[in-house]
């Protein structure tokens, strides 16, 4: 190995590093939830008390849908947290004579904009499958 | 002799249509088992016809003769109107109604479809349903979903008038059928999920102007209540009865929906009603009685101020709301006593409750599905549900997970009517056999936002694969006689005739007739949707008809769209947690059937 070209490797390292950190970071925001025989952190237990408050009466319990509102594991196999983010806060309407499908708007409610991100990875694990339908048990702090 | 006659008869007219709550017109019309002019049947609420060319000997042949789809794939509750030669139906949102002409089934004579803003769907708790509307002095009054109240003409379609009864974007929507009631038109309000105060409010049916309303919660002069006059189980309420049971200004969103169905009694001029939940699901949030929610109402149907009220779970722990229809039955007997005036209700918890009407004395209290254990039962002193400590949510506390609670929150019975046969005195119930886990949590109210606070996994008790039954009730005994298992909740409302059968319709969507002696099935047909609707019976050309929509959804499209939570723990067998999705898909199809020629 010449000098030169260890120096180029070393000189490459910081970057590598940076890009698995960023990777790693990556994976934590699309599947930010801890799930351990069953048991769930705290903030993916909160996220599923919020889903029960805010979203459920819509999307089902367990996020398994309805005959009017869709199936949020499914969803979730295809939207990203961004995207999950962008409609819970927004809202979005799809009305059309065979259908009328309507997602209000919930930026300005605070049981929901606070804890959006327990409620992303409490359907994320549920979507994932690595979480089962009821009430999750809690990890120990 | 003859012109005194005249003379008497023309005078009892004449008072008739100067009165101020007499209606004539309606009050014949809902005696004509021909016709079916009001949701319910008659003002008594009793599902029932006199026709009987459709009998337990030939409702085998029983066919399906035309069909029309409404075009919307949403939850059909409600059921059939027909007026003369017109047959009325309706649709969830967008609330559309057809005339439809039965000279030439199925053809359209007029349509009527609301500008409604989409955004209301969004606040509709469970599905955008629609219970149908009212009929009245050649008028048919709808109730949106955005609470708009509007009167067509039955003939043209062609809008009278509209006023508006809500505000959607503080979670206000409707979903039930208006009742005609002498000279007005009375209707409540959705929204028990988003922490509304409910109400009941008295159009003019002439010109939509506003007569009265009462709310379910607030001060007494809100509430319509004369604090020595009005009366709970027989004594004066007092001042402020609603406002001393809540704590500070939380009857503010106290929620009392009045989504329910409303009866009347033309001779004691009496409207009776129930009310929902309180504010939020979460029992530590909003300590006290929280009156007048899960209450029983009987108001003047002139001036709205309450006779007589009866709040049959103080406190509520579990969402039962007491909205379910009331039915007026006339010498019912009960025990060694013989009552004039009667009502019978059967409470979203799980007790079928019988009251004397003209007083609101309670007479009989008992659970109507054995599997019932929120309370043990209810003392008849004080009127209150003796609660059961293990399943008392509240007990529990916040963020306590409290288990195996029966009924579920969608009750032992929901809004879907049951039917009262005068022929043999009893009642034929649709019902649920869904138990609970309730875990309820602080929240925070943001007007027009979904104000719950509590999680709930939903599942069959504990030994049962069926999530339903179609029961037979004596009201004066507080008795099941029978009772027929359904894989699913029952949710469509009952019929019962002279034919001495009743029908109902299932999840699934078969349309049933059983023999009301024993339950016996006599006939099964699978129309293309779930049943959530009603069941109405009429005549054309002298021959008896059987109508009902199709479209499955409502709060049994929640949940039990995705099957019930309980698949992996093998508590049952067959077919229970199968996801009703298994079953049937959406839909929105009106079936008319009759016997054969």
Redesign the interface.
């Known amino acids: 190995m010449t000098k030169p070209l260890a120096f180029a490797c070393l000189a490459l390292l910081p970057a590598l590093a940076w890009s698995a950190a960023r990777a790693a970071q990556d994976a934590e925001y699309e599947r930010p939830y801890r799930v351990e025989n069953g048991k769930v952190d705290q903030a993916t237990f909160n996220g599923y008390r919020r889903y029960g408050n805010s979203c459920l009466q819509c999307h089902g319990p367990d996020g398994s849908g309805s005959s009017y509102a869709p199936n949020l594991t499914d969803s979730l196999k295809h939207m990203t947290h961004e995207q999950f983010n962008y409609v819970v806060i927004n809202g979005r309407q799809n009305v059309t004579a065979s259908q009328q499908n309507v997602m209000p708007s919930f930026g300005h409610v605070e049981d929901v904009v606070m804890y959006l991100d327990d409620i992303y990875a409490y359907l994320k694990a549920r979507s994932d499958g690595v979480l089962g339908r009821g009430r999750p048990e809690r990890l120990p702090r | 002799m003859e012109m005194l006659r005249r003379a008497a008869l023309a005078l009892v007219l004449a008072t008739a249509a100067g009165g101020a709550s007499a209606n004539p017109d309606l009050l014949r019309l809902q005696r004509d088992p021909n016709q079916w002019v009001m949701a319910n049947g008659n003002y008594s609420s009793w599902r029932y016809s006199e026709l009987n060319q459709i009998t337990r000997e030939n409702v085998a042949t029983l066919r399906p003769v035309w069909q029309f789809s409404t075009?919307v794939?949403?939850?059909h509750e409600g059921g059939p109107l027909v007026i003369g030669e017109v047959m009325y139906i309706h649709t969830p949102?967008?609330n559309k109604v057809f005339a439809l002409d039965l000279n030439n089934p199925g053809r359209v004579i007029w349509r009527y479809e609301p500008t409604q803003d989409?955004?209301v769907?969004?606040?509709m708790?469970?599905?955008?349903v629609n219970r149908g509307p009212a009929y009245g002095d050649g008028k048919i009054i709808l109730s949106q979903a955005d609470t708009t109240l509007v009167a067509l003409d039955a003939k043209t379609g062609k809008e009278l008038w509209k006023v508006k009864n809500g505000d959607p974007a503080k979670g206000e929507t409707s979903t039930m059928s208006p009742l005609v009631v002498g000279d007005k038109v009375l209707v409540g309000i959705s929204g028990g999920?988003y922490g509304i105060r409910g109400h009941v409010t008295a159009y003019s049916l002439a010109d939509g102007k506003l007569v009265w309303r009462a709310h379910s919660v607030g001060p007494d002069n809100e509430i319509l209540f004369d604090p020595q006059k009005t009366t709970h189980l027989g004594q004066p309420v007092g001042a402020n009865s609603s406002l001393k049971t809540w704590e500070g200004d939380q009857w503010k969103i106290g929620g009392g929906a009045t989504w329910g169905w409303l009866s009347y009694d033309p001779d004691l001029n009496l409207v009776y009603y129930g009310s929902g939940n309180p504010g939020t699901w979460n029992p530590s949030q909003r300590p006290g009685d929280n009156k007048w929610s899960m209450t029983i109402f009987a108001r003047d149907a002139s001036t709205g101020m309450a006779r007589w009220v009866y709040q049959m779970t103080p406190h509520d722990e579990w969402d039962y709301d007491g909205v379910n229809e009331m039915i007026l039955v006339d010498n019912l007997q009960v025990g060694n006593q013989r009552i004039a005036k009667a009502l019978v209700h059967f409470d979203r918890n799980g007790f079928g409750y019988t009251l004397n009407r003209e007083n609101g004395q309670l007479l009989v209290a008992q659970k109507f599905d054995p599997a019932v254990n929120w309370a043990t039962h209810v003392d008849m002193e004080t009127g209150r549900p003796q609660v059961v400590k293990e399943f008392s949510t509240r007990a529990g506390g916040e963020d306590k997970?409290t288990q195996n609670i029966c009924p579920a929150a969608l009750g032992t019975k929901d809004q879907q009517p049951a039917a009262y046969s005068p022929r043999t005195g009893m009642f034929y119930v649709p019902t649920n056999h869904v138990c609970m886990?309730y875990?309820p949590?602080r929240?925070?109210y943001?007007a027009g936002?979904?104000f719950?606070?509590?999680?709930?996994?939903?599942y069959p008790p504990k030994g049962s694969d069926n999530l339903g039954n179609f029961i037979a009730w004596d009201a004066g005994q507080g008795k099941i006689l029978w009772s027929k298992p359904e894989r699913f909740s029952v949710w469509s409302g009952a019929l019962a005739t002279a034919g001495d059968i009743a029908f109902y319709g299932t999840l699934e969507g078969h349309l049933k007739a059983v023999d009301v002696r024993d339950g016996k099935e006599l006939f099964s047909y699978r129309t293309p949707s779930g049943i959530i609707g009603n069941i109405n019976t009429f005549t054309h050309r002298g021959k008896q008809y059987v109508a009902v929509m199709s479209g499955?959804?409502g709060w049994a499209?929640?949940?039990m769209?995705?099957?019930?939570?309980?698949?992996?723990e093998g508590l049952g067998a067959v077919g229970a947690y199968k996801s009703l999705a298994d079953y049937t898909q959406?839909g929105g199809v009106l079936t008319v059937f009759a016997v054969p020629n």
């Open positions: 075009g794939l949403r939850g949102f967008p989409p955004s769907i969004g606040v708790c469970c599905d955008t999920e997970n886990d875990e949590f929240v925070s943001t936002q979904p719950i606070g509590a999680t709930l996994s939903m499955v959804g499209g929640i949940g769209a995705a099957g019930l939570t309980g698949e992996s959406l």
